[in-house]
């Protein structure tokens, strides 16, 4: 049964940063793509950043240049490098993976960004 978890959310300050990682058990996925999306209170979960299994990104145009996806494929885990966070970026951070059929995903991990 394919799990993710999340981890490395907290309580922060403008301009600090954060790197979250995601642990993915049951089976293994080295060539499939990962994703990170966020959704903050009273919006849809929005796509953050997307890494596929040779190490490709693409970003949203709102993380693009502070967020960086990379993937540590023997540990079966990503990671969101999240740098100069703003009060804007806080929201429940979600990685999710697609193994067709199914889209499985974490149930995420609170990151809060204080002015």
């Known amino acids: 049964q394919v799990q993710l978890v999340e981890s490395g959310g907290g309580l922060v300050q403008a301009g600090d940063s954060l790197r979250l990682s995601c642990a993915a058990s049951g089976g293994t996925f080295s060539r499939y793509a990962m994703g990170w999306f966020r959704q903050a209170p009273g919006n849809e979960r929005d796509f953050i950043a997307r890494?596929?299994?040779?190490?490709?990104?693409l970003y949203a145009e709102i993380v693009k240049g502070r967020f960086t996806a990379s993937r540590d494929n023997a540990k079966n885990t990503v990671y969101l490098q999240m740098n100069a966070l703003t009060p804007e970026d806080t929201a429940v951070y979600y990685c999710n993976v697609r193994v067709p059929p199914y889209t499985y995903w974490g149930p995420g991990t609170q990151v809060t960004v204080s002015s």
């Open positions: 890494i596929d299994g040779s190490g490709g990104t």
